[in-house]
C-alpha cells in the first residue's frame, strides 16, 4: 500500500524513534510535515542542528546551558551551594525549580540504575557526584522518582558516601495535595501512615 | 528558569506545532533529540527535506506519489475507474485500503468544509472532482468522516452533482463490529435500527 512510497515510509520510520508519540498518530504527524512549506521545514531542521549545536551539559552538575553561556545554577551567586538535590533528568530539575521552593544547586544523574536496560552506575554521573562531595556540602537531598529503579539509583548513591560526613535526605512520602485518601493507592496510604508527621 | 537556554526554549516551540505531541512529553521529546549525536541529527533533518522534495499529489485524485513515479491508484490497470471514493486525507484512503474490499479509484478532498476554520468549498478539491465526473463514472461513495463537518461536505458534493448521472453513495452507519449495544450512544443504535437491513 506504502510501498510506492519509499520517502514516505522512511519519514515514518524515522518518527517512530520519537518518545510519547502514538503509532496510530503517526501518519497524521507525517501529513503535518508534508504540508510544511520548504522554508517552515529548513526552519525545523535548522532550529533541531541549532540546539544540538548550541546546548551542552555543565560539567559540574550536568544540567543544560548555552555553550556560550555558564551553567545558571552552578554559577549563581545567590545559590546555597551547600545542599546538592540530586536528580533522574532536567526534566525533574525543571519540576523542582517550578515549586520555587528549593535554592541549592543540583546534580543530574542522567538516568537511574536499569540493569534490564544495560545502564550501569558508571553510565550515569554518580562518580561525579562522590567526587562533588567535600567538607562544604552539609546535605544531599536524593530527589529521584519514587519508582524501583529510582530507589535503588538513590540506595546505590547513599551507600557510596556512608564514609562522608554529608546529611544524606530524600523526597517526603505521603498523599499528594489535593486528593482523596479513597482513592489512593494502598502502598502510599502505607506509607503515609508510617511516615506521619506531627500536626 | 529556562531563559538561559535560547535554543531550547525555541526547540520547545517548534516541537509544540506538533500535532499529536502532548505538551507534558514536549520536554522529554526534546530530550530525545537532545540526545541524538550529530549525524543522527543530520539523518532526521535530511529525512525530513527529502520526504518533502520526492512526495508530491496525484494531479487527477490528490493522493500522495512519489515525484518520480506515476500515482499507483490512478495509473494502476486493475482498479476499476468507474467508481470513485472521496476521503478527506490519505490517512482515511489508507484505511480504506487496509480493508482490501475495495478496487476503485479515490478522490482526497483535502480536508472538510469547515466556515470555523476559514475552509471552504474552494480550499478543498471539490471542483476538480465535478470535472472528473464524466459519463464513465458510475459511482460516487462518500466516505468523508461521521462529524458534522464530514457531513456537510458529502451533502454539498452531492447537490454539486445533481445534474449528473452518477449514483451516490455513502458508507452505512451503524453498530461498530465486536462491540456491545449497551456502551453504544444512543445516535448510533437509533440510525442502526432505522437503517436495518434484511438479515
Redesign the interface.
Known amino acids: 500500500?506504502?510501498d510506492?512510497?519509499?520517502?514516505?515510509i522512511?519519514?515514518l520510520r524515522?518518527l517512530q524513534?520519537?518518545?510519547?508519540?502514538?503509532s496510530k498518530?503517526i501518519?497524521?504527524?507525517?501529513?503535518?510535515?508534508?504540508n510544511?512549506d520548504?522554508k517552515q521545514?529548513?526552519?525545523?531542521?535548522a532550529?533541531?542542528?541549532?540546539?544540538?549545536a548550541?546546548?551542552t551539559n555543565c560539567s559540574t552538575c550536568f544540567a543544560?546551558?548555552?555553550k556560550d553561556?555558564t551553567c545558571?545554577y552552578c554559577s549563581s551567586l545567590k545559590r546555597d551551594n551547600t545542599i546538592i538535590c540530586v536528580v533522574e533528568?532536567?526534566?525533574e530539575l525543571?519540576t523542582i525549580?517550578?515549586t520555587g521552593g528549593y535554592s541549592g544547586v543540583y546534580h543530574v544523574l542522567g538516568g537511574v540504575i536499569c540493569p534490564l536496560d544495560g545502564v550501569g552506575p558508571e553510565d550515569l554521573t554518580i562518580n561525579q557526584l562522590v567526587k562533588r562531595i567535600d567538607n562544604n556540602v552539609k546535605e544531599l537531598i536524593l530527589a529521584t522518582n519514587q519508582t524501583p529503579e529510582g530507589e535503588a539509583t538513590a540506595s546505590y548513591i547513599a551507600s557510596k558516601l556512608k564514609a562522608t560526613s554529608v546529611q544524606i535526605s530524600c523526597l517526603a512520602r505521603g498523599i499528594p495535595v489535593g486528593s482523596s485518601l479513597e482513592y489512593m493507592d494502598r502502598l502510599t496510604v502505607y506509607k503515609a501512615l508510617s511516615e506521619r508527621r506531627p500536626f
Open positions: 500500500m506504502l510506492d512510497l519509499p520517502s514516505l522512511r519519514l524515522g524513534q520519537i518518545p510519547y508519540l502514538a498518530n501518519y497524521r504527524v507525517a501529513s503535518h510535515f508534508l510544511m520548504k521545514l529548513d526552519q525545523f531542521c532550529m533541531l542542528c541549532d540546539v544540538r548550541n546546548i543544560l546551558h548555552e553561556r545558571s533528568t532536567w526534566q525543571l525549580e517550578k
